[in-house]
């Protein structure tokens, strides 16, 4: 029954067969990127679909419902008007570091796609310091946010990026610790090795309460990270106009809108990787049925995903004060007792183990 | 010492919030309130307490009951609404008696306020359900009230 994993094994061997090793594997690069590439960019348009749906749920609308079958092409449309868009831009801006924000920001965004397991087999780059990997990426988004702001010439602009400059740098740190807590019982940063200590149960269960401690603090600053409802401030609308990407339009700024929700699923990806075991399913029952990871590890990251949602459509914005004394007076303190006594659990052995 | 609690009220009173909005994601499939409106245009039945134009309702008789004592006029923010009136011999009583002769109503100058509606002491105009509204041209947004050749409904007194 492993259709899906057999195909990827096929096509390796297949290339390495008819050209030059160094040739093969750059072609194999190329072909992987190419296929991450154009499956999360549709990914992506059905991340902000689904949000637009759940958002009118959580207020009793119906949301988008007319394009295509109950609306599913609703954002595909979006998508076709806004590469027909002209660019347009500020007159004093600086055009080189204005046209290059979007990329760092979609690029990076992209790029730590890769490292995750989307199941047994199904992982592009199982690289030895994955969860190092993924928080230096996830922190290079910022420069492409603070770039935006500063380049396109405008106060709302760059205030916009000036808040998110703050609010990432602090909440970086959360994420951080967070995830530390969680790789001291792992003992690696190697995702799928990550994945291979929960074969004896999730994380989140091993760890029992500073785990969920870890995990609630991950949320946070995971939600703050990705610079969304509760933690807006970037493109509050009521204060900012929309923020740092003011100055945008057509596809640029569908590069920004993009990376928001691909960042998000990231968000997501990295909790359902370190605390609720990755393709792992519950209680391995459908351990016979290697691809149905793909299956739980999606479903575990959309589960996450609408939790981030729901965040959003609760939770009022913070000022920015209180964002920073949340993070720097109640989880950064928080979250290094929680480390301390993470430590203290893995010394004595107090873990649950299956 | 008030950091723990202020944590523990913290989460409570997030999770609060979180329960209540849930409780709103889950039941919105029955209780969206959104209506598809050109779709659903034969069944949409507007709530009562929608204000769509002021309407003088009439009898099987065609009588109605407004005696043109234009409080309503009167009472009009914007002066939506002109009365024609007369004062005209009651053949019974040989007494003047004041008759309305064409009761006008702006509807494009109404702001829906209801002053007219309240001030009206014999309840000769009402809030109609209306909605569709919208004219080529805006003469048509004057309307004559009453209908044509009706009288004052009997025993209705300011």
Redesign the interface.
Known sequence: MNISLSITKTIHDWLFSIMPESVASITEMVLIATVYLAVFAVFGLYLVLLERK?A???Q???GPNRVGFKGLFQTMADALKLVSKELTGTEKADKFLYNLAPYFVIITALMALAVFPFTQEFHAFDINIGIFFLIAISSIGVIGILLGGWSSNNKFALIGAMRSGVQTISYELSVGLSLLTMVLITGSLQLSEIVEVQKSGWLIVQGHIPAIIAFMIYMIAGTAETNRAPFDLVEAESELGAGFHTEYSGMKFAYFFLAEFINMFIISAIATTVFFGAWLSPFGITDSIPWLGVFWFLGKTLVIVIVMM??R???PRLRIDQLLTLEWK?LLP?NLVNIIVMAFIVWQNLIIQF | MSYFSDIYNGIKSLLTGMSVTGKVFLNARKGAITQEYPDNRDTLKMFDRFRGEVVMPHDEHNEHRCTGCQKCEIACPNGSIEIVWDRKINPETGKKKKEIDQHIYHLGLCTMCGLCIEACPTDAIVWAQNYENSVYDRSHLTKVLNQPGSILMDGVED
Request: hydrophobic fraction near 80%.
């Open positions: 759940v009118a749920w959580f009793l609308r119906l729901w965040f459509w609760t939770f109640y928080i």
